[in-house]
């Protein structure tokens, strides 16, 4: 079959390699939508941390955004999973240790990352293996295009939760990427007052056709009190700002990851009794977020500028948009072409 292979930094090929075979509770998955995420884009040109503590290591087979059809089980697998179609999470813990029987799997020291760390190869391929315990059921409503976007809306869904904030409340997005306007999605589908903080005019033109009117750049954010606030850039002065602005005794979620370190003054956290939250994963926002797909509440296709083939995705790592892309900031890939 056909897989993309990180062979080096910003070396990419696509390559005929052997096609998964499903192992004791396994599936393999007949790929059929894949996005492209920014942590393929670091695997990519190598500014991944993981390459650097040697959780992954070249050569890797990424993707770990996907959904497809259930094509074969392995030992122990109920056959009533043929022909299902599902989407995964990422995050595999051993399943045994203290962390994974607490619910806490996605942060087990022993997780394989689909397609990020060692140990499973990822689904920007003709097919991927699977375990079965990842997999979640995708329910008519929920086509391909939205089944490969229900692991960054898990992320987002997880980020609005931990904002912890009442309808009618405001919430403020810092980030116009795929995660912010995921998470600006999932809140006003809440009935939060949503704004978000985007670097330009450029960028908030989208959340604009979006339908979120409230869209401001640095200058021209308001005085607004802010009762929560979702970290999602990978700016480093960002996290610090989102301690400035925040409402005293509220709440910021942290998902954005930037390049550099970001520094942030944990005397003004304390002086402002605010709480943190770190978002590391979709796991427990899967379940929801394809509840909020398959409703309806949330529609995030406009999110996808174009869907390419794998002979492209080398091209698209390296920053280029494809041809006739729409605006939004995410790239999907269909293996079958």
Same mark, same amino acid.
């Given at each position: 079959?056909?897989?993309? @292979?990180?062979?080096?930094?910003? $070396?990419? =090929?696509?390559? =005929?390699?052997?096609?998964?075979?499903?192992?004791?509770?396994?599936?393999?998955?007949?790929? #059929?939508?894949? !996005?492209?995420?920014?942590?393929?884009? #670091?695997?990519?040109?190598?500014?991944?941390?993981?390459?650097?503590?040697?959780?992954?290591?070249?050569?890797?087979?990424?993707?770990? =955004?996907?959904?497809?059809?259930?094509?074969? @089980?392995?030992?122990?697998?109920?056959?009533? &999973?043929?022909?299902?179609?599902? *989407?995964?999470?990422?995050?595999?813990?051993?399943?045994?240790?203290?962390?994974? $029987?607490?619910?806490?799997? +996605?942060?087990?020291?022993?997780?394989? #990352?689909?397609?990020? $760390?060692?140990?499973?190869?990822?689904?920007?391929?003709?097919?991927?293996? @699977?375990?079965?315990?990842?997999?979640?059921?995708?329910?008519?409503? @929920?086509?391909?295009?939205?089944?490969?976007?229900?692991?960054?809306?898990?992320?987002?869904?997880?980020?609005?939760?931990?904002?912890?904030?009442?309808?009618? =409340?405001?919430?403020?997005?810092?980030?116009? /990427?795929?995660?912010?306007?995921?998470?600006?999605?999932?809140?006003?589908?809440? %009935?939060? %007052?949503?704004?978000?903080?985007?670097?330009?005019?450029?960028?908030?033109?989208?959340?604009?056709?979006?339908?979120?009117?409230?869209? &401001? *750049?640095? +200058?021209?954010?308001?005085?607004?009190? &802010?009762?929560?606030?979702?970290?999602?850039?990978?700016?480093?002065?960002?996290?610090?700002?989102?301690? #400035?602005?925040?409402?005293?005794?509220?709440?910021?979620?942290?998902?954005?990851?930037?390049?550099?370190?970001? *520094?942030?003054?944990?005397?003004?956290?304390?002086?402002?009794?605010?709480?943190?939250?770190?978002?590391? /994963?979709?796991?427990?926002?899967?379940?929801?977020?394809?509840?909020?797909?398959?409703? !309806?509440?949330?529609?995030?296709?406009?999110?996808?500028?174009?869907?390419?083939?794998?002979? %492209?995705?080398?091209?698209?790592?390296?920053?280029?948009?494809? %041809?006739?892309?729409?605006?939004?900031?995410?790239?999907?890939?269909?293996?079958?072409?």
């Amino acid at each position: 079959m056909r897989a993309l @292979v990180l062979i080096g930094p910003r $070396r990419a =090929e696509v390559r =005929e390699v052997a096609a998964p075979v499903a192992g004791a509770g396994q599936v393999v998955v007949d790929v #059929e939508r894949v !996005g492209i995420c920014g942590t393929d884009v #670091e695997l990519f040109t190598g500014e991944m941390s993981y390459l650097h503590t040697g959780a992954s290591s070249y050569p890797l087979r990424p993707g770990h =955004e996907w959904s497809g059809v259930v094509g074969a @089980v392995g030992p122990g697998v109920d056959a009533a &999973w043929l022909g299902r179609r599902v *989407t995964g999470d990422t995050m595999i813990g051993c399943g045994r240790c203290r962390r994974c $029987r607490d619910g806490r799997h +996605h942060v087990c020291a022993d997780r394989h #990352e689909l397609g990020i $760390r060692d140990g499973l190869a990822g689904a920007l391929a003709e097919q991927v293996a @699977v375990p079965v315990t990842a997999l979640h059921v995708l329910p008519d409503g @929920v086509d391909a295009t939205l089944g490969a976007l229900v692991e960054p809306g898990g992320n987002a869904l997880r980020s609005v939760r931990a904002a912890d904030l009442a309808p009618g =409340e405001r919430l403020l997005v810092l980030g116009t /990427g795929t995660i912010g306007l995921l998470v600006a999605m999932f809140g006003r589908a809440r %009935d939060l %007052d949503v704004h978000l903080m985007g670097r330009d005019e450029r960028q908030l033109r989208l959340a604009g056709k979006l339908g979120f009117e409230n869209a &401001w *750049t640095r +200058h021209t954010l308001p005085p607004l009190p &802010w009762d929560g606030i979702v970290d999602a850039s990978t700016a480093p002065a960002l996290p610090a700002l989102a301690v #400035e602005l925040v409402e005293p005794g509220r709440r910021i979620v942290y998902i954005g990851l930037s390049g550099s370190p970001s *520094t942030v003054d944990s005397r003004e956290i304390v002086f402002k009794d605010v709480t943190t939250v770190g978002i590391l /994963g979709a796991s427990a926002g899967l379940a929801g977020t394809i509840d909020a797909y398959a409703s !309806g509440a949330v529609d995030p296709r406009p999110l996808v500028a174009a869907t390419v083939g794998l002979a %492209d995705v080398a091209e698209v790592l390296a920053g280029r948009r494809p %041809d006739g892309a729409g605006p939004g900031p995410k790239v999907h890939v269909d293996p079958r072409r």
